[in-house]
C-alpha cells in the first residue's frame, strides 16, 4: 500500500519538481554558492559585492531584459492565456526597478556604471547564452522555463542572506531584500506555474532540450558568482 501512495506522488509532480530533485546539487550550487553565502555570514569582500552591483546593472539591462522582452513577444504570440502576458509585463516592470535601483545604489558604493567591464568569458558566456535565447527561433516553452528558472535562482539565493541567524551585513541587505521579497517570490512562482503548464502539454524533445537549457543556465549562473569572488 505504501509503494502505491509513493507511486502516485511521484505521479502528481510537476516537471519542475522533477528536474529539482534530479539536478539538486547544481541548483543548490547555483542558490548557496560561495558569492551568496559569503553574504549570508559576512565574510564576504565588500569589493566583491560591488564589482556584483556593476556587473549586476550591465546584465540585467543588456541581457536579461531584453530576454524578458522577447518571452512577452512569445506569449503574445503562442499562449492561449492571456494571463501571461500580464505576467511577462510584471516582469519587464520588476527588472526596469531593479535598474533604477542599481543607478541609485552605485554612487553609495562609488560605481561609475559606465567604466563597468564585462570582458571575461564566464560573464560574456552568460550574456550571449541570454542571447542567445531572444531569437524567434526558439519556443516560448524552453524561454519562460529559463525566465523562471534565472528569477527562481536569484529569489532563493538572496532570500537565504535574510533567513534567520543570517549576519548579512546592513549594507547589503536592501540588495537582497530586492531578490527576496514576498511579492518576487509570487512573481516567481507565477513563471514556475507557466512553465509547468507548458511543459506538461510540450513533446519529449521540448521537454529534452529545456532541461539541457536549464543545465546550462545553472551552469552561467555559478561561473558568473564565481567572477564576482574573483
Known amino acids: 500500500m505504501e509503494k502505491k501512495n509513493e507511486a502516485l506522488t511521484v505521479e502528481k509532480l510537476t516537471q519542475i519538481e522533477k528536474w529539482l530533485r534530479k539536478h539538486k546539487l547544481q541548483y543548490t550550487t547555483a542558490t548557496?554558492?560561495?558569492f551568496i553565502n559569503s553574504i549570508h555570514d559576512a565574510?564576504?569582500?565588500?569589493?566583491?559585492f560591488k564589482i556584483w552591483l556593476g556587473r549586476e546593472y550591465v546584465f540585467v539591462k543588456t541581457a536579461l531584459a531584453p530576454f524578458a522582452a522577447s518571452?512577452?513577444?512569445?506569449?503574445?504570440?503562442?499562449?492561449?492565456?492571456?494571463?501571461?502576458?500580464?505576467?511577462?509585463?510584471?516582469?519587464?516592470?520588476?527588472?526596469n526597478d531593479k535598474i533604477s535601483w542599481l543607478k541609485e545604489e552605485a554612487p553609495k558604493w562609488?560605481?561609475?556604471?559606465?567604466?563597468?567591464?564585462?570582458d571575461h568569458n564566464p560573464i560574456l558566456d552568460y550574456f550571449r547564452f541570454f542571447e542567445r535565447l531572444t531569437s524567434s527561433d526558439e519556443k516560448y516553452t524552453e524561454?519562460?522555463?529559463?525566465?523562471?528558472a534565472v528569477e527562481s535562482v536569484y529569489h532563493y539565493g538572496f532570500a537565504h542572506c535574510l533567513k534567520e541567524g543570517n549576519s548579512t551585513p546592513e549594507e547589503m541587505k536592501a540588495a537582497c531584500k530586492k531578490w527576496a521579497n514576498e511579492s518576487f517570490k509570487q512573481h516567481c512562482q507565477s513563471l514556475e506555474t507557466i512553465a509547468n503548464n507548458r511543459l506538461e502539454q510540450a513533446s519529449e524533445e521540448v521537454v529534452s532540450k529545456s532541461e539541457v537549457l536549464f543545465l546550462e543556465l545553472l551552469e552561467n549562473v555559478v561561473?558568473?558568482?564565481?567572477?564576482?569572488?574573483?
Open 223 to 230: 561561473g558568473f558568482w564565481n567572477m564576482n569572488l574573483g
Open 143 to 148: 524561454a519562460v522555463t529559463i525566465l523562471w
Open 43 to 48: 565574510s564576504i569582500d565588500f569589493s566583491s
Open 32 to 34: 548557496r554558492h560561495p
Open 110 to 118: 562609488h560605481i561609475s556604471l559606465t567604466s563597468v567591464v564585462v
Open 71 to 95: 518571452v512577452l513577444l512569445k506569449a503574445w504570440k503562442e499562449s492561449e492565456y492571456s494571463s501571461d502576458v500580464e505576467v511577462m509585463l510584471a516582469e519587464l516592470t520588476y527588472l
